[in-house]
């Protein structure tokens, strides 16, 4: 059933673009505006393409549409996966008017907006994230890439798309493990910016997770929204945008430790974001109870709250260090001073980092 | 002996450069004004770095300066390669406060100029080119990028240089070859756009050839301002940049056929020169003589003035059509109208570029 589709801008002057959100758009939903060319490149992976290439493709009437499908998972996020589809671009002659496609997670919009920013020097492309964390996160903002041996996402681009399409249909068949790994970031939105949001996930927290249809859709609204805002204040992350960040430099490390994909994302998020608040606490930034709020909800989103078996704090000082988010040799992270309200510091006391390690380190984990 | 410095601007609003021209600049220079962090990596070749790269490495006082020496060659530069100067600045931990510097050819330019414009989604760099052909082409206009096995340059990005250093005394040190090479793209500004400069060309050729350096000097400026004007004027490659690539499509279609770096760039170029000019004869654009005396001039240089020996006019043919100056599908062609006025057209009579193709192949090849 087409439901009414929703628009949301994001607001980056010339590079400014919609975000359409609805259930059911997929395969009905018109996407030729947002196509210049006559030539169209769908990218996705062996688990979605099944279930939603074809809907895809119905989306682009008139034109040649050609598509690619990529093994599925973080692990393929890496330069090999990135040249199939240059490969197909060029076995199929596509030129530099053609339009890229990422239907699937964040690895395929990554993977797909960066192959945009790349070939022939820059062609556009259009998201439609089939994955709660890609409609919620990697699907607005620009940013693209791919992982490298040494790092996450140190290879990339600022790239913006030209729409974004969330059904919010293609959530019904998402594992329950990724439901609550996107979960993560809309929590974060709650955590960084948005009180009055975060005490709304509070009591939509067991519908959210059920993937009861219309809390899923104002879930994902709000979070674009704050995404959207926060982007369009800082397009480049110069500043603002940096508290988007929350949790993610713990969580880059678990990532890292537990080996690309055998921690999702956001669970690694999840985690991280408590790491976050601990240390808030321990710096006398947040009260114990506005931490205990915050891993109340992350675990009834059914997220990890602690690290790794087996990772050390050694391990996250390690990793940490080749973090992208390092300037000049100093561990900056974003902390909270309140719920709703982040900030960005390079004032954190190493006692204080290693307490919050060494209380997350050498559990068992939840995973 | 360090003589004056020539700077030249290159007119891009918040992205604009400097070129600096002069004798013995190498190792004299302060260069640490163009970087805005601490860490800088030097990326040379094994040819180069040997003669150059202490003395680049004096151009960053009080920087850490770390290196990485690649392989020489065009056929180098693809992803392997390219991910060799990840895995240095991973391994090094250069943060996105780093700045790179390609001190080379216009292999070596184009690789870190794009791993520049991908690491950690953007950081700055400075070039220094060693080669006739890098100081008056690919160190001006922010194209970077590398080659795939169907095409070159077909993944790259824009990305503008911090600065850009010419110490004229390098070409000393230029296989006769590659001088040769650097001189077709010299010839080519003349062509499009000057034709003053063709004519000085014309009286200047033996001492160019020769390496005399006051001529080498006024050729290197006179050709980097023009490129600087056309970039200004249309950065992205929108509509007169395009005349940048005369001989360009055949050209790269002989690069293409000999196998990368059989030949070298401009050898190809001066031959698509060539070719661009005989076919724009039989469309009647220019006279006879016109054509005549550009294959004076680009014999005087030293250039090949026919086909690779094998290639068939469908080599050309085949190769053209995944050149990235097609545009759905149609051939667009860089023509002369005039020595030193050029065009960008679609009009071309298949028979008038059969002629041409035949003209210039089946003989054997002075390479």
């Known amino acids: 059933m087409r439901e009414s589709v929703l628009e949301l801008k994001v607001d980056l002057g010339d590079r400014s673009y919609p975000i359409l959100i609805g259930q059911g758009l997929l395969g009905s939903q018109d996407l030729t505006p947002y196509v210049a060319g006559n030539q169209v ?34 692990k393929y996020k890496d330069w090999q996966t990135l040249n199939r589809i240059f490969d197909a671009l060029l076995e199929r002659r596509h030129t530099r008017k053609t339009t890229l496609v990422a239907l699937g997670g964040g690895v395929v919009g990554d993977m797909t907006g960066f192959a945009a920013a790349c070939y022939q020097r820059g062609v556009p492309f259009i998201q439609i994230p089939t ?86 859709a104002e879930a994902i609204h709000r979070s674009c929204a704050c995404k959207a805002e926060v982007v369009a204040l800082d397009e480049r992350e110069g500043g603002l945008r940096a508290i988007l960040n929350l949790g993610h430099t713990f969580g880059h490390a678990i990532e890292t430790f537990a080996g690309y994909g055998n921690w999702l994302h956001g669970e690694a998020v999840g985690t991280g974001m408590l790491m976050a608040a601990d240390l808030s606490v321990r710096l006398g930034l947040i009260a114990p109870a506005d931490a205990e709020r915050a891993g109340v909800l992350i675990g009834r989103a059914r997220l990890p709250e602690k690290a790794p078996a087996g990772m050390t704090p050694e391990d996250f000082l390690t990793l940490m260090a080749v973090d992208k988010k390092n300037v000049d ?39």
């Open 41 to 74: 490149m769908v990218v996705s992976n062996e688990t979605v393409a099944p279930l939603y290439l074809e809907a895809a493709k119905a989306c682009f009437p008139g034109k040649q549409v050609d598509t690619v499908v990529l093994p599925d998972g973080e």
């Open 131 to 216: 994955t709660l964390l890609s409609q919620v996160d990697s699907s607005v903002g620009g940013k693209t890439g791919i992982n490298h041996p040494l790092g996450k996402n140190m290879i990339g681009a600022f790239h913006q798309p030209e729409a974004v399409l969330i059904d919010t249909a293609t959530l019904q068949t998402l594992p329950p493990r990724e439901v609550s790994a996107g979960l993560a970031e809309v929590i974060k939105y709650g955590l960084i910016r948005d009180e009055p949001f975060l005490s709304w996930l509070e009591g939509a927290i067991t519908d959210l997770v059920g993937l009861q249809p219309e809390a899923l």
């Open 329 to 367: 040799g100093n561990l900056r992270l974003v902390l909270l001073r309140a719920l709703g309200d982040a900030l960005v510091t390079s004032d954190v006391k190493s006692d204080s980092l290693q307490a919050t390690l060494e209380a997350f380190c050498g559990a068992s984990t939840s995973r």
